[in-house]
Each structure stands twice: as C-alpha cells, then as structure tokens.
T-cell receptor, first 108, second 116 residues
C-alpha cells in the first residue's frame, strides 16, 4: 500500500456534488486501473488507462505517468456511487500494486 | 447475466488444511482469467493470470501458499494452503491483456475463507 497512496482515505459527499480522488505512485507505472467495491462487496472495473484521460458517464480518469499520479473525478455524485474506490498501478504486466482505497459515502 | 461463478462462496478452513476453489467462466469471449485476494484489512492483491488449459503457477506470499491451474477454457482453480488469516479470493475474466480488452475485466462474487 505504501508504493501506491490514495487520498483521501475517506470522503462524504452530498448527492449531486463533484469530487476528485487521487492516486500517487512511488513505483514505475505504465498503466493504471480504477475499481469500485460497492457496500455489498462486489468489485467493478471502472477504468484501464495508459497515460491520458478516459471518460465514462459521470466518471473521468486521468493518468499522468511523468508525474506519477492518477485522478478519478466523480461528477453529480449519486447514492449508488458509494463504496470503496481502489486504484492499481501496473508495470508492463510484471506487477500490479493496489492502493489502500478511498471510502466514499454519498449522502442525500 | 453472471459471467463468473465461484464455488464455494465461503469456507471455514481448519488451520493447516488446504482448500480448493473453482471459478467457472460463462462467456468464452473473456478468456483471460485471473485470481485476486483481498485480506482482512481490505488490501487487494493480484495473484495470477492464466490463459490456456494446462497453465499452472505457484506463489508463496505472507499468509498463504497458492497453486493456480487453468483446467479448461472455462474453468480456473486455486488451491490455498498454509493460510494464517482469513481472506477473500476473487476470480476475474477479461477479453485480453491491456488496451481496451482490459476495460472489459469482470469480477466474480468471491470466495470468503475463514481460518478455524
């Protein structure tokens, strides 16, 4: 978890607001993945990124390999966005390291 | 539609005993299958990715020893031994490694292991 640091560790958001989660790497990363584990424990793959930006609905993610970080932006947060968000840094398939997660609670 | 079936869904494992897990793929469009573990502190870790029937890999990590086998195009197995603490094992499938293929990575429901 030290090699991939996520911030904040926990966050409470009002429904309808926006926020950004961050992942900083102290290891070389060629690709990044973002996952959501919902309150029932199910894991969902959100993004697989090479350096650059991807968008999917209300979610947008950026991976900056030169500065060793990735961000996940959530727009117009909904109750079903609640859960723990994990990022993972991958180095050309030789290893994949996960962060410790950001626990997000969206409240009405 | 459920892409992956894992069994058992949970198991109590006497200390020192090994346990065998199965993952069944329901859609051959996503043939790259992997195992991940999540420990009691919720830390996730990738374990293995096996593509072809007959592929086998072993790994010893703090807290458990693993043997993964790709049995058929639709079945992936994992033997967990010498487990010191409980954990959850997740099976995944994807259309390939890297690129847009890995955008299509799907997780199974998980098998929760508890040590007696």
């Amino acid at each position: 978890g030290d090699k991939v640091k996520q911030s904040p560790s926990a966050l409470s958001l009002q429904e309808g607001t926006n926020s950004a989660l961050r992942c900083n790497f102290s290891i070389a990363a060629t690709t990044v993945q973002w996952f959501l584990q919902n309150p029932r424990g199910s894991l969902i793959n959100l993004f697989y990124l090479v350096p650059g930006t991807k968008e999917n609905g209300r979610l947008k993610s950026t991976f900056n390999s030169k500065e060793s970080y990735s961000t996940l932006h959530i727009r117009d947060a909904q109750l079903e966005d609640s859960g723990t968000y994990f990022c993972a840094a991958d180095n050309s398939g030789t290893y994949q390291r996960f962060g410790t997660g950001t626990k997000l609670q969206v409240v009405p | 539609v459920t892409l992956l079936e894992q069994n058992p869904r949970w198991r109590l494992v006497p200390r020192g005993q090994a346990v065998n897990l199965r993952c069944i793929l329901k859609n051959s469009q996503y043939p790259w299958m992997s195992w991940y573990q999540q420990d009691l502190q919720k830390q996730l870790q990738w374990l293995f990715t096996l593509r072809s029937p007959g592929d086998k890999e072993v790994k010893s990590l703090p807290g458990a020893d693993y043997l993964a086998t790709r049995v058929t195009d639709t079945e992936l197995r994992l033997q967990v031994a010498n487990m010191s603490q409980g954990r959850t094992l997740y099976c995944t499938c994807s259309g390939g490694l890297g690129g847009d293929n890995q955008d299509t990575q799907y997780f199974g429901p998980g098998t929760r292991l508890l040590v007696l």
